[in-house]
Every structure is written in C-alpha cells, then in structure tokens.
C-alpha cells in the first residue's frame, strides 16, 4: 500500500527500531500524501516521530513474532503520548535468528589488529557465521594506527589470499571511518564482532546520537568487556540503519557439514572450475576432490567441519531419547567435543536409603 492508502485509512508504516518487554520502538516512514488537515510543520514532525508501540492482541493469537528490523504497520496512533498500536508485519526480506533482527542487508564485522591481537581463528569463525546468513559481508580492521604500514600490508594480502578485501580504520584517530561510512548508507546493516574490538566506539564516531557506553581491554586476558546489552537500531545521517548486536566471543558453528566449503570464498573459488567426484563430498579424504589442498584456512575447514557434524549429531541425539551415545566437550582446546557411550538411565544410581526402607517394609508385609 501507498502513503495515501495509509493516510486515508489512519494506519502509518515503521521500522521497529527497538524492543523492550512487550513494547516496541517504531521510527515510522516519511509519507507522500496530506496527513489530513495537519499543517506541514506537523507533517515533518509527524515523519520523524518515534512511537512506543504494542502488539495486537491479533498478531499475538496467531504467533506472529515482531522483531528488530521489521517494517510493520502501526495504527491509531498516540501523538500526545507517543504512543501506537503495531497491526500488521509486512513480509521479511531476511531474517536472522543471533542476533534476532530482520530485513538486514549486511553485516559488517568489525576487529582490531591490536589490543587485542588478531587472532585468524577467531577471525575466521566469525567470517564462516557472517556468510552462513547469505548477507553481504564487510570487513572493517580497527585500531589501525597501532601497526606499521609494512604489518598492514601482511595482514591484507593474507585476507586478499581468503577472498575479502578489509578496510583499515582507526575510531581514535579518525583514519578511514568516512570510508566505512559510505558502505552502510541506506542500508540496515548488524555490525558484530568479539568485545572489545570498538564497535560501540565506531558508531559513537558514526551517529552522534548513539552514545553506547564504552568498555576496556582486559589487560590480563586480552580481551574486551562486552558492554552492549540489548539490540537496537540507529539510524545513520546519510540514511540507512546500523544494529549494535550483544557480542559472542565465539559464534555457534551450527550450519550443515555439507554446506560449510560454500562459506569459504576460497574453496568457492575452486569448485568454481572443478568438482569433486562425489556430491556429498566433505573434502577431507574423499578421491579426486577439488577442494583438499594447500590453502591456508583448510586447517580452519576441517575443525569447523568436526564442529559442525557434532552439532548435528547432538540435534539427532536429542530427537532419538533412545540413543546410546552423548556428547561430551573437552575441558581444553577449542571448543572440541566427543561422543561417548552414555549408561543405561537408572541402572547405576545408588538406590535411597528412603527406597530401601520402603523395600523393607514391604517384604516384612509380605512374610506376614
């Protein structure tokens, strides 16, 4: 429906900027059509309202999630009060479960060269989930004035060898965060990342209005504190949305072992001009695979990928309560998991003395 649809039948469009409860932030859309007989100072007010909005008793019925990022419908609404009432979600054109927010364009992932150091396993990880979402993903590397010319020169050929072709900024001394600006306009775009890496200071830098408070590296572990609680979106004065999403220092490895290698740009690049001899191929022992080979992240695929067949082997153990094996993670390494042999439920629990008791009783009434 057009803006004169929704100025004649009362009902407004919006993007749901935050959630909190049951309530919902909407910064509603800019219309074509009159608003009635509001005069046009009203209009642009009216246009750059924020609204605190419920859910319809409808909507909650029929189990219709709202999220972050959706373009919903909000009616009757409350200018006095600032309030509104969301009708209708109109259909998502992505949708993201970590982080639950909808319509993203892209994710940008921010890390830092130094303090903390880059880590390419980490680094890696995060770009496998990045491209599970089938979003666009943007690199950015910051905290850029703290290595040599020379050290960022390695660090991006090395990325350029994994398929990505990261922008080097610095949020302390303003180095190239205009450039990273010009890829979030008008787009909604979830920036992510491990803690402490200034992803809450690079959006202080991008919107004014933001100012998400600010955490420090851990000198003893070398890590950030993570300081964003909630999700939420901010919108970019060159138009566009930008998420700040609760940080994970180490994102789920949770897609299917057959569809890992498409997550690789540089294993994409390879099946490209080749196949391998199976369709099923994993690309670990398999004969004649076109992927198996001297790329640097191969060491990376074949760790995800025994992450990846554990998760799934855990999904098909909780929907098979008769299974015999469970899985057990490792107290060291990366988050490695086995599955081990798991004992017959009941069989080796020691019996109560109130059982026993009870047993007694009964076999004293039995030989009377």
């Known amino acids: 429906m057009t803006g004169k ?12 900027v935050a959630v909190q409860a049951n309530f919902y932030r909407v910064q509603l859309e800019p219309e074509d059509g009159e608003q009635g007989s509001r005069g046009a100072e009203e209009k642009l007010d009216l246009n750059a309202s924020l609204l605190l909005c419920t859910r319809r008793t409808r909507l909650k019925k029929i189990g219709q999630q709202v999220m972050v990022g959706d373009r919903v419908v909000v009616e009757e609404p409350d200018w006095a009060g600032g ?61 850029s004035d703290l290595i040599s010319p020379q050290e960022q020169q390695q660090v991006s050929d090395r990325l350029l060898g994994w398929g990505y072709e990261p922008i080097f900024i610095s949020v302390k001394d303003g180095i190239n965060t205009d450039q990273a600006a010009k890829y979030l306009s008008n787009k909604i775009t979830v920036i992510a990342g491990p803690s402490g890496v ?16 600010v955490g420090e590296v851990s000198g003893k572990l070398a890590r ?15 138009g566009g949305l930008l998420a700040d999403t609760p ?16 997550y690789f740009p540089e294993a ?23 992927v198996r080979g001297d790329w640097e992240r191969y060491e990376h695929y074949l760790e995800f990928l025994d992450a990846a067949i ?15 094996m469970k899985l057990k993670s490792k107290s060291k390494g990366k988050g490695q998991s086995q599955y081990e042999p798991k004992l017959e439920s009941k069989k080796y629990r020691r019996i109560s003395r109130k059982t026993q008791l009870q047993d007694l009783q009964e076999l004293y009434r039995d030989e009377e």
């Open 83 to 143: 309030r509104g009432a969301i009708a209708e979600v109109l259909p998502r054109q992505s949708e993201l479960d970590r982080p639950a927010i909808a319509n993203v364009n892209q994710i940008l992932l921010v890390f830092a060269v130094a303090d903390p150091p880059l880590e390419p396993y980490q680094l890696s990880r995060f770009l496998i989930k990045a491209e599970s979402t089938g979003l666009d993903v943007l690199l950015c590397l910051n905290k």
């Open 198 to 213: 200034g992803k809450s200071s690079l959006i202080n830098t991008l919107i004014d209005s933001a100012k998400l408070r």
């Open 224 to 238: 950030g504190r993570h300081t964003t609680r909630h999700i939420e979106l901010f919108e970019l004065p060159s």
């Open 310 to 324: 554990a998760h799934q082997t855990q999904l098909h153990q909780q929907a098979d309560p008769e299974s015999t």
């Open 5 to 16: 649809n929704f100025a004649a039948t009362g009902q407004l469009l919006g993007t749901v």
């Open 247 to 262: 940080g994970f220092n180490q994102p789920d490895m949770d897609c299917i072992p057959e569809e890992l290698i498409h």
């Open 268 to 290: 994409r690049k390879r099946l490209a001009v080749a196949s391998c001899r199976f369709s099923d191929c994993l690309h670990r022992d398999e004969p004649e695979c076109a």
